[in-house]
């Protein structure tokens, strides 16, 4: 029988071969990064694969098969990863030494089931003036099978990601939507085909 994290591992190689789409998000993003950056929800590396050329990037999964995985990937000396919980308070205490200017937390908030904590223990390893670059999936309606699949408990609109931002007393630099093309994708393989897992051949595309 294929274990639990057997299945996260799989999942996440499947996302490996949307290079375009994984280029085309960080490129997106990469005004807002610095050079001494935490990933949440880090999983095997796909994002961290554009990250090399910084000073610093740490890489935080809640997964003990991810750390290993990603750390077999990047042998470099500015990569490293653990396994933790964001919001866990206890874990995300001996983070704060590396002194992150940049946390990239993509497709993870959903996840969190106090994502009030998450946040606010990002923040309170940030240094000052650093950025928290969020990436969530959006609208409600879309919500579906894959949703349930892969664990999220949530989707969101700008205003309830404002909402929560707000109570955290944190400065919303720019908000907006991606990848519109995506909903229809997601309304169709959520509602329609009521899949459970994404499509293999759908992510190639």
Same mark, same amino acid.
Request: charged share 25%.
């Given at each position: 029988?294929?274990?639990?994290?057997?299945?996260?591992?799989?999942?996440?190689?499947?996302?490996?071969?949307?290079?375009?789409?994984?280029?085309?998000?960080?490129?997106?993003?990469?005004?807002?990064?610095?050079?001494?950056?935490? %990933? *949440?929800?880090?999983?095997? !590396?796909?994002? #961290?694969?554009?990250?090399?050329?910084?000073?610093?990037?740490? &890489?935080?999964?809640?997964?003990?098969?991810?750390?290993?995985?990603?750390?077999?990937?990047?042998?470099?000396?500015?990569?490293?990863?653990?396994?933790?919980?964001?919001?866990?308070?206890?874990?995300i205490t001996r983070l704060s030494e590396f002194k992150f200017d940049t946390i990239?937390?993509?497709?993870?908030?959903?996840?969190?089931?106090?994502?009030?904590?998450?946040?606010?223990?990002?923040? %309170? *390893?940030?240094?000052?003036? !650093?950025?928290? #670059?969020?990436?969530?999936?959006?609208?409600?309606?879309?919500? &579906?099978g894959i949703d349930k699949a892969v664990g999220h408990k949530r989707r969101y609109?700008?205003?309830?990601?404002?909402?929560?931002?707000?109570?955290?007393?944190?400065?919303?630099?720019?908000?907006?939507?991606?990848?519109?093309?995506?909903?229809?994708?997601?309304?169709?393989?959520?509602?329609?085909?009521?899949?459970?897992?994404?499509?293999?051949?759908?992510?190639?595309?």
């Amino acid at each position: 029988m294929e274990h639990k994290e057997d299945i996260i591992i799989s999942d996440l190689e499947v996302m490996m071969h949307a290079r375009n789409y994984r280029q085309w998000i960080v490129n997106k993003v990469k005004p807002f990064i610095g050079n001494r950056i935490l %990933e *949440i929800g880090s999983g095997i !590396g796909n994002n #961290i694969e554009y990250l090399l050329d910084r000073e610093l990037v740490v &890489g935080i999964d809640s997964h003990s098969e991810c750390e290993k995985y990603l750390c077999r990937r990047f042998k470099k000396s500015n990569i490293f990863a653990f396994t933790m919980d964001i919001a866990n308070t206890k874990d995300i205490t001996r983070l704060s030494e590396f002194k992150f200017d940049t946390i990239l937390c993509f497709n993870v908030l959903e996840h969190i089931e106090d994502e009030l904590i998450g946040l606010q223990n990002m923040k %309170e *390893i940030l240094v000052s003036n !650093g950025s928290i #670059i969020l990436i969530v999936p959006a609208f409600n309606f879309l919500y &579906g099978g894959i949703d349930k699949a892969v664990g999220h408990k949530r989707r969101y609109t700008k205003k309830s990601l404002l909402k929560i931002t707000n109570l955290l007393d944190m400065k919303i630099q720019t908000l907006n939507f991606m990848n519109f093309f995506g909903i229809f994708g997601w309304f169709f393989n959520n509602k329609i085909l009521n899949r459970k897992a994404e499509s293999l051949p759908q992510i190639k595309f």
